[in-house]
């Protein structure tokens, strides 16, 4: 009996030298976690075997190591796991470097056209303003197999809708990401419900790389990262051009470890990158593409935005609900209409992910409207990134990295990951948090880059706010 607890006690070793070796090669593959805890880690595991193996002469103290060597063997084991998929979920959300445009053939509900094919030699509209390759490449992939179509153009998306709606063409090519654009107007509400998707194709455009987004002219540091934060809330992946309903940047000093927290609402009036001056509602940037939104960003601040972050609000819930719900502070009472007349109080307020959306997408419950909606988006993404760095991840962690590769992508790599990573490990530096949002008043404009003669809700800037925002940033820098 002794010697076959004895030799037992040495295969435990051994399979515990084995997993050991595992687990630090893994550890240190990942590269979240300094070189000099890889060490003491590495040399704790190598005493741990090695009194594991020279206990297993005495009968008493060699069960006693054998249980301990079982259990370490059990958490190296998930260690390794956990770690595994670590690397896999940061893989994930920084591989992406481009974005996808689908375009969509569109006919009505009650037309009677169910394919492209029943549409030879009718009429379908299409746009000249914007997209026209996109739209070419369409046109050209229906072509393949001998379709044939009249394509009456059109100046831009509303009268390209309007022509559909009566009956002045038969169907329309339009980005998908444009639909819920054309829903939102006035007279056109339930666009989204009276048409339907018969045909479409999936075209890619490149991000552009941070050493590609350079201009010299703006505010940049090597102590200072700007990140801009895109919320999108759309019905196609991650990756599909959308609207940006969040619009966040986050100045991040890493040198006094201050992070700023600037908002900019989702209607500011403001001249997009691609529109020549021309200006138009911030939120409509993103239908031409990440790079249109955060070089729009850029020029209203005059800073180099460094990352994005691009985080689909409609698997956000998900992500909520796998860190076991976040805890807002507030100082004001509200009933959230947009949430089942949800109450939320002055003190400590629990959100479960469908809540923190909720919170997260209202207005209406607010005089300032969408200001405050911006103030209560960064309350919950601070909220969020409290929890994601609170012992309590610990028990939800394989389910939070899940959520997250799902709904998040960005341009950051995986080694300046990794190294912001390792620099908040050795230093284990507390955060000061600071949130500012840029402000406005409320308009109708008829002068917009994306749907020109069309009335449209905007935000008129209020330069004061904007000045004071450019002067907490370069403060930030300071």
Known sequence: MKKILKYTGLLISIIMLTVSVVFIALLINVRVVPVKYCIIAAVVLVILTAVTAFTQKWFVPGIITKIIAIIMIVVLIMGSIYLNQTRHMINKITTTQE??????????????????????NKSIGIGTAVDRESTDELIKKMGAG??????????????????????????????????????????????ASDVKLIYSGEFTIKVATTEENVIDNYLSSDDVINVYISGIDSRG????????????????????????????????????????????????????????????????????????VKVNFSGFEKIIDSLGGVDVTLDYSATLSQAGNLTVHNGVNHFNGEQALAFARERY????????????????????????????????????????????????????????????????????????????????????????????YIMVPDEESVENAREQIRDNYN
């Open 237 to 308: 992946g991650i990756n599909e051009v959308s609207r940006s309903d969040v619009n966040i940047i986050m100045s991040i000093n890493k040198k006094t470890h201050n992070i700023l927290m600037i908002n900019t609402p989702r209607d500011y009036y403001v001249p997009l990158s691609i529109s020549n001056g021309v200006r138009d509602k911030l939120t409509h940037a993103g239908v031409y593409g990440i790079e249109c939104s955060r070089n729009t960003l850029e020029m209203l601040y005059g800073i180099q935005i460094d990352y994005y």
């Open 365 to 456: 419950a607010y005089s300032d409207g969408d200001r405050q909606r911006g103030r209560n988006q960064m309350m919950i993404m601070e909220a969020a990134i409290k929890k994601a760095c609170s012992p309590a991840i610990i028990s939800n962690y394989t389910s939070v990295l899940s959520e997250v590769s799902k709904n998040v992508i960005t341009d950051m790599s995986y080694d300046f990951i990794a190294d912001l990573a390792q620099t908040q490990l050795n230093d284990m530096a507390a955060w000061n948090i600071t949130q500012i949002s840029v402000t406005g008043v409320g308009s109708y404009s008829s002068t917009t880059y994306s749907m020109p003669g069309w009335s449209l």
């Open 146 to 191: 001998g379709f044939m179509a009249e394509y009456p153009e059109y100046s831009n998306i509303m009268e390209l809708a309007d022509a559909l709606l009566h009956g002045q063409i038969d169907a329309a090519i339009m980005k998908t990401s444009s639909i819920e654009m054309i829903d939102e107007m006035g007279d056109f509400t339930g666009f």
């Open 99 to 120: 974005e996808k445009i689908v375009m969509g053939v569109y006919v009505l509900n009650d037309s009677g056209y169910d394919s492209v094919d029943m549409l030879n």
